[in-house]
């Protein structure tokens, strides 16, 4: 076999496992309207030059027709051992960075990764859906700071660990019995000021599938970025995440 044809065989079998890869980070790990703000665009990026680039470069390097049999098995082997492990940890970086929840507290949403939490806070949470890092989507909840003689114990919770309420699965509620509170903070589309003329159009079309409800704005952090999720007046729940920084 010369090694284009090898090669080749080995960027098929790549790319499959990429497209199958890329197919559950969009419909499950990563979805809309989540798929950006998440960094999931750059994550599939990294999987696609560590398995698609790497492994058949390797492979078209290695292949010669004069190389005696076990040599070339011996290459081969190493080359798709190498892979298996690149793949394997690009997997695990994806996993851990996924969005497990989406926290609605005091003015804006929270989306927060899997690697953010503690299994020693996860276990600390009210309800079964609070404890468990989801593989399905991040789940949408609110946080509540505690009132009366319990705030100071939390103030001084927040400094000791470096943790915020979005971190603390102990403070989480039922999104529902959070978003009212929040939802009294958001802004009209108008105020994204600094949105181009692809987002204003594209806001214009999600307005103009909903007429009689006109949609808000909250800031939707992530680490330390900020984006603007357009939050349906009915549902209270995001149905696009944009770019764009709400707070200029």
């Not at 040599?71 to 082997?77: A, C, K, S, V």
């Amino acid at each position: 076999m010369n090694r284009w044809k090898a090669a080749g065989i080995h960027l098929s079998i790549s790319a499959v496992l990429v497209v199958l890869m890329g197919a559950l980070i969009y419909f499950l790990w990563f979805p809309s309207p989540y798929f950006r703000a998440a960094g999931a665009n750059r994550l599939i990026l990294l999987l696609m030059g560590i398995d698609v680039c790497i492994g058949p470069l390797l492979t078209l390097v290695v292949v010669n027709r004069h190389k005696p049999r076990k040599w070339l098995r011996l290459d081969l082997t190493i080359i798709a051992v190498l892979q298996t492990i690149a793949f394997g940890y690009g997997v695990y970086v994806i996993t851990d960075a996924r969005p497990v929840f989406i926290v609605a507290e005091v003015d804006r949403l929270v989306m927060v990764s899997a690697q953010e939490l503690s299994d020693a806070d996860l276990a600390k949470g009210d309800r079964p859906e609070f404890r468990k890092r989801s593989l399905t989507g991040p789940v949408l909840v609110g946080a509540l700071p505690p009132k009366g003689d319990s705030s100071g114990d939390f103030v001084l919770q927040v400094m000791a660990t470096g943790k915020d309420i979005d971190r603390l699965p102990q403070y989480y509620v039922p999104y529902d019995q959070a978003i009212g509170a929040v939802m009294k903070r958001a802004k009209p589309l108008a105020s994204l000021k600094r949105a181009t003329d692809s987002q204003r159009a594209y806001l214009d079309r999600l307005q103009a599938a909903l007429p009689s409800q006109p949609l808000e704005v909250l800031p939707l952090q992530h680490g330390d970025n900020d984006y603007s999720a357009i939050i349906s007046p009915s549902s209270k729940r995001p149905i696009a995440v944009l770019s764009i920084d709400p707070w200029k």
